[in-house]
């Protein structure tokens, strides 16, 4: 069974950092590129960031530019976000997901984690 | 970047009833466009990729039309199971981007 499992949220204050992972399994992870798309409570969804398979190639929303970190670890089969200088409006609910097609960060997402929870609050 | 206008944000509707929802990109996409149901407490389903292309195990009264700036996203006979909210996609740039939803109700 195709499988994402996000750990890692907690509450935390604001300027502070967190780290989220994701476990995957059921898939070749390596030919895969992997994303992050979080949903605030309430709200719609917005993409945060990918990254190819062997990390060549990796993008960020704007919002979240130069504080979070996308990596991966394909040995473990693990995705991780580092979150540095939080603030109150990365509250969300985190999404780990797939790309449906293969390599590209350009792509649609076909499996999906169940989240993880940020609360951002002092 | 890209932005992905959807209306409307809300639809009341009726079993049995044609839904169209709409998604506009402010720039041309071809047909790099998905659709994604998720209904509340859950992660969102993807339905179509590709503008068009139904995935597999989706039932056959969804459908996706569209290319360039303009797409729709049709329920041909709206069952109980497809009342939830519905977000349109683009990845034609590498910065990903979500129309707001649209929420179907019951009318």
């Known amino acids: 069974e195709v499988e994402l499992v996000e750990s890692g949220g907690t509450l935390v204050q604001p300027g502070r950092s967190l780290r989220l992972s994701c476990a995957a399994s059921?898939?070749?992870?390596?030919?895969?590129?992997m994303h992050w798309v979080r949903q605030a409570p309430g709200k719609g969804l917005e993409w945060v960031s990918g990254?190819?398979?062997?990390?060549?190639?990796?993008a960020y929303a704007d919002s979240v530019k130069g504080r979070f970190t996308i990596s991966r670890d394909n040995a473990k089969n693990s995705l991780y976000l580092q979150m540095n200088s939080l603030r109150a409006e990365d509250t969300a609910l985190y999404y780990c997901?797939?790309?449906?097609?293969?390599?590209?960060?350009?792509?649609?997402?076909?499996?999906w984690g169940q989240g993880t929870m940020v609360p951002v609050s002092s | 970047d890209i932005q992905m206008t959807q209306s409307p944000s809300t639809l009341s509707a009726s079993v049995g009833d044609r839904v169209t929802i709409t998604c506009r990109a402010s720039?041309?996409?071809?047909?790099?466009l998905a659709w994604y149901q998720q209904k509340p407490g859950k992660a969102p389903k993807l339905l179509i990729s590709?503008?068009?292309k139904l995935e597999s195990g989706v039932p056959s009264r969804f459908s996706g039309s569209g290319s360039g700036t303009e797409f729709t996203l049709n329920i041909s006979s709206l069952q109980p199971d497809d009342f939830a909210t519905y977000y349109c996609?683009?990845?034609?740039?590498?910065?990903?981007?979500f129309g707001g939803g649209t929420k179907v109700e019951i009318k």
């Open positions: 997901v797939k790309g449906l097609m293969g390599n590209n960060i350009n792509d649609a997402f076909d499996i």
């Open positions: 059921g898939f070749s992870f390596e030919d895969y590129a």
């Open positions: 990254i190819t398979w062997n990390s060549g190639n990796i």
């Open positions: 720039h041309i996409i071809n047909s790099w």
């Open positions: 590709k503008a068009s």
């Open positions: 996609q683009q990845y034609n740039s590498y910065l990903l981007t």
